[in-house]
């Protein structure tokens, strides 16, 4: 049903095909900037609230890594504002939050000499998800009406840091969208720790959509994770999993966007 949401959207919006609608215009957004303590650096921020809903009650919030205005952030905008105005999904306010340093803020530590090699810092997704939980959030909640009912959506690296998120602090947010995670940072060392983190999970009501593309060294990792999820059967968790061998991992995002976002805010 969401793949029939997404290609009637899509025939809708851009008759001309997606590659026409993937040069994106800029939102109608705010922008400003959190002090952050956690990073040591001032991060800016941009918010979206759906079409006409500024003067309806509280909303649900949808963070996003890669939020900048050159990067994920308008055509997830204007995914999210074509689902709501269809009705497939709820109003939701898009926070995106643009890179500074996107390989240090997104990685977990690593012992391999290959990942620490692909910039000159790595490894600080902790204090990322500490700038998230105790800065970033609660500025949105001054700033917004907001529910508590929270999602967050990545691909790459940022589905990495969704993934560790979802694993370290699941209680963080509500939905966990996933498009191929770099589930292979780490020689998948966070998918070997996944049996005893998903064990503690509490029956918290919360949804996981997980997606892999062609490429092996995301794919082996997701299927590894569906697997325990499916020998687990955590209390209170609704997830899927989408393997999409058709896919590849650059186009994987732009293709299950719409399906993601109507599966996980539905």
Known sequence: MADVIALAILL?????????QRVD?????????????ALGEARPVNVHMPIHARASGALPVLYMPD???????????????????????RPVIVVGVPNTQRRRDLTGPTTVKSDSAIAPVVGGSAAFRRFV?????PEIDRRYRTTRERAIVGESLAGLFVMETFLNAPALFTHFIALDPSLWWNRGALVDSAAARIAAFGAVSR????????EPSTAIGCARLDALLKAAKPRGLRWSYAPRPDLTHANIFSSLEYAALSEALR
């Open 133 to 137: 939980r105790d800065e970033l959030i």
């Open 25 to 37: 215009s800029v939102p109608a957004h705010d922008s400003f900037v959190v002090q952050s303590r």
């Open 207 to 214: 949804s996981l959509y997980l997606a892999s593309s062609v």
């Open 67 to 89: 939020g900048g205005l050159d990067e994920d952030f308008p055509h997830v905008v204007r995914a999210v504002d074509s689902l709501v105005a269809i009705g497939a999904i």
């Open 12 to 20: 809708a919006i851009a008759p001309q095909g997606l590659s026409a």
